[in-house]
């Protein structure tokens, strides 16, 4: 296990697009569970590969039900809207209100390169659009219809 240090807002490795994984070997191995650790020590419940300053496309999600990870991910679907409090490990102290959809469904890989299917209403849908946004460079800020005090 081994913690990294997460880039924060103005940090510009945070707007550039991330490169799809080719190679399911050790290196993303360690990646996924560096990230998973990081989110976990800084009580997150998502974490994206450029935040610890890796242009690849990966992020770990666990909102309290279990672990997921996520190569390549790509949305599939989405449903509905929602719109809830957001906040970001790369914006320390900063939440806002962002418009989601309410269910989302994402095709991705996992780290041994089998496809998955992950489908997610409310706040893992929240995560799975936020997180997949971080790998094309974007942040929350750029939603927030209203900033939290
Ligand atoms: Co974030």
């Known amino acids: 296990m081994a913690l990294r240090e997460i880039r924060k807002k103005d ?3 945070l707007s550039k697009v991330c490169k799809e994984v080719k190679a399911f070997d050790n ?3 360690i990646l996924l569970d560096d990230l998973y650790d990081t989110m976990k020590k800084n009580n997150g419940v998502g974490l994206a590969a450029p935040q610890v300053g890796i242009l690849k496309r990966v992020a770990v999600i666990d909102i309290g039900e279990g672990k997921i990870e996520l190569v390549n991910p ?3 679907k989405t449903e509905g809207s929602q719109v809830g409090s957001e906040g970001c490990l790369s914006v320390p102290g900063v939440y806002g ?3 989601r959809p309410f269910a989302v469904t994402v095709s ?3 780290r041994n390169g089998e496809k998955i299917e992950i ?3 409310e706040l ?3 995560a799975l659009c936020h997180e997949i946004e971080h790998l094309d460079g974007h942040l929350f800020l750029e939603k927030v ?4 005090e």
């Not at 219809?145 to 939290?148: G, H, S």
Request: aromatic content about 8%; overall charge negative.
């Open 119 to 121: 489908s997610g209403t």
């Open 124 to 126: 893992l849908a929240r």
């Open 27 to 29: 290196k993303l191995a």
């Open 145 to 148: 219809i209203r900033f939290e």
């Open 11 to 13: 940090d510009e490795i």
């Open 97 to 99: 209100e962002v418009e």
């Open 74 to 76: 790509v949305i599939t």
């Open 108 to 110: 991705a890989y996992d």
